[in-house]
């Protein structure tokens, strides 16, 4: 069974400091990996995804994650944090073979200092 | 484009009584899904459909019913409301398999008293 496991629930950080999210997954096969956002009260939104090639992917508002296949890992990092960036972040697992079902992970929760 | 709304924003139930989400897409996506989240759980899949007519469970369908006539709408039917279906309820479409986004509705908050 495909799994997904953040294991930082919250994560507070300096407003320009650097960060990292940290996704761990579990799947049997070539895994499709996401980011999502979620601002409060709000849907969520893609950030970036990872499917095949470049194991280094760029997304929106500044945002990359590294796929690597050893440590079954695809962190999320940012190097300069905006007070905007203040959002709870999902990571989900999807494959080929699944209908386009997406495993989300619990959530992180970043907050930001000024 | 509006992309996939979702109605309503809010609702409180009594426990026992039914009600219908309404979740529509204008993106003439094949799929669609919808997931409830609860705090620190992350999102959990309830009912999926890949096209009109074609429905099939989640990870968490107990207590829920969905119906796909149309290509553009998706709704979700809870018969008989408890405590425990209370959550926030996201509804999401993408253009086919494979690694296409997913595309979030705003959500419906439901509290079931």
């Known amino acids: 069974a495909q799994s997904v496991t953040q294991p930082d629930i919250h994560i507070t950080v300096s407003e320009g400091a650097s960060l990292e999210l940290r996704c761990n997954y579990s799947y049997g096969a070539t895994p499709y990996l996401f980011w999502y956002v979620q601002s409060p009260g709000q849907g969520l939104q893609l950030l970036l995804k990872y499917f095949s090639g470049d194991t280094l992917v760029q997304g929106i508002k500044g945002f990359e994650a590294e796929f690597k296949r050893s440590q079954s890992s695809f962190n999320l990092r940012k190097p300069s944090v905006h007070w905007s960036d203040a959002a709870e972040y999902f990571c989900?697992?999807?494959?080929?073979?699944?209908?386009?079902?997406?495993?989300f992970g619990q959530g992180t929760i970043l907050t930001v200092h000024p | 484009n509006a992309g996939v709304t979702q109605t309503p924003k809010f609702r409180i139930l009594k426990i026992g009584q039914s009600m219908t989400l309404q979740c529509t897409q204008d993106m003439n996506h094949n799929y669609m899904y919808w997931y409830r989240q609860d705090p620190g759980m992350g999102l959990k899949l309830i009912y999926y459909?890949?096209?009109?007519?074609?429905?099939d469970k989640g990870e968490v369908p107990n207590g829920y019913n969905v119906s796909r006539s149309t290509t553009e709408d998706f709704p979700l039917r809870l018969e008989l409301a408890a405590p425990s279906q209370t959550s926030v309820y996201f509804c999401a479409s993408k253009l086919a398999g494979g690694p296409d986004t997913q595309y979030f509705g705003p959500g419906t908050r439901l509290t079931v008293l």
């Open positions: 459909s890949v096209g009109a007519g074609i429905t």
């Open positions: 989900a697992v999807g494959g080929g073979t699944s209908y386009g079902k997406l495993t």
